[in-house]
């Protein structure tokens, strides 16, 4: 859906009104709209606002590129069928084998689609060191190729997305296998993580970037819970 907006916001349907409960929230973003759902009477809302705005904007949605996504993971064969009668035919739940992308993070139901994207993810960091080991870098200037380039790539998704420790682990040996390559003697884990004034390289550890950076989404979530009177 073609949108105006360049930034998250929350839309409603009429003129906001905190007495009125036909409310439908829809999280856009660039061209992309996410929008939650409950029941069909949601949908038949959502159909009257997307009616209006192609109506304001003199632009047409294109239903065959719309997925729709069970929160749950059940199949739900009746929204199915009922979002299949208005050409959304692309539904994703724990059955699909691969995982729903959204915004650059995998939505995963299944543990099948959990492998599949974290070895999707491998593999771009595994292509990716393999290329940079070519040239003839430092071992500093290693470090900061993998921490600057190509576990950058991680971030994004380790924020949100949840893998085992054992999948963790084998990004950390991509990473210091890269760092030790051509290099004898090999130098272990714990000295390639010191930060460098204490002897070290400075490696970010996938694992713990990991949990620093969902700690940092839940911190807040925990503090307002606790501030709350409710």
């Given at each position: 859906?073609?949108?105006?907006?360049?930034?998250?916001?929350?839309?409603?349907?009429?003129?906001?009104?905190?007495?009125?409960?036909?409310?439908?929230?829809?999280?856009?973003?660039?061209?992309?709209?996410?929008?939650?759902?409950?029941?069909?009477?949601?949908?038949?809302?959502?159909?009257?606002?997307?009616?209006?705005?192609?109506?304001?904007?003199?632009?047409?949605?294109?239903?065959?590129?719309?997925?729709?996504?069970?929160?749950?993971?059940?199949?739900?064969?009746?929204w199915h069928s009922h979002?299949?009668?208005?050409?959304?035919?692309?539904?994703?739940?724990?059955?699909?084998?691969?995982?729903?992308?959204?915004?650059?993070?995998?939505?995963?139901?299944?543990?099948?689609q959990r492998n599949v994207?974290?070895?999707?993810?491998?593999?771009?960091?595994?292509?990716t060191t393999h290329i940079?080991?070519?040239?003839?870098?430092?071992?500093?200037?290693?470090?900061?190729?993998?921490?600057?380039?190509?576990?950058?790539?991680?971030?994004?998704?380790?924020?949100?997305?949840?893998?085992?420790?054992?999948?963790?682990?084998?990004?950390?040996?991509?990473?210091?296998?890269?760092?030790?390559?051509?290099?004898?003697?090999?130098?272990?884990?714990?000295?390639?993580?010191?930060?460098?004034?204490?002897?070290?390289?400075?490696?970010?550890?996938?694992?713990?970037?990991?949990?620093?950076?969902?700690?940092?989404?839940?911190?807040?979530?925990?503090?307002?819970?606790?501030?709350?009177?409710?």
């Open positions: 859906m073609n949108t105006i907006t360049n930034t998250l916001q929350t839309l409603t349907l009429d003129p906001p009104s905190p007495t009125d409960a036909n409310q439908v929230k829809i999280l856009a973003y660039a061209d992309d709209t996410l929008v939650y759902l409950r029941d069909a009477e949601d949908f038949t809302l959502l159909q009257q606002a997307i009616t209006q705005y192609m109506r304001a904007s003199n632009s047409l949605l294109d239903y065959h590129k719309t997925t729709a996504i069970s929160l749950s993971g059940r199949p739900l064969g009746q979002l299949a009668s208005h050409n959304i035919t692309h539904w994703h739940d724990r059955t699909s084998p691969s995982p729903l992308i959204y915004l650059g993070y995998p939505f995963c139901s299944s543990i099948t994207a974290f070895q999707q993810m491998h593999d771009t960091v595994r292509n940079h080991s070519q040239r003839n870098v430092s071992i500093r200037g290693r470090v900061t190729i993998l921490n600057t380039l190509i576990y950058s790539k991680l971030w994004h998704v380790l924020r949100l997305s949840v893998f085992t420790k054992s999948q963790l682990l084998s990004l950390r040996s991509l990473g210091t296998s890269f760092i030790n390559n051509r290099i004898f003697p090999r130098l272990s884990f714990d000295t390639l993580t010191l930060p460098r004034n204490r002897g070290g390289l400075g490696l970010l550890d996938p694992l713990r970037q990991q949990q620093a950076l969902q700690w940092r989404w839940v911190c807040p979530l925990l503090l307002l819970a606790i501030e709350s009177p409710v």
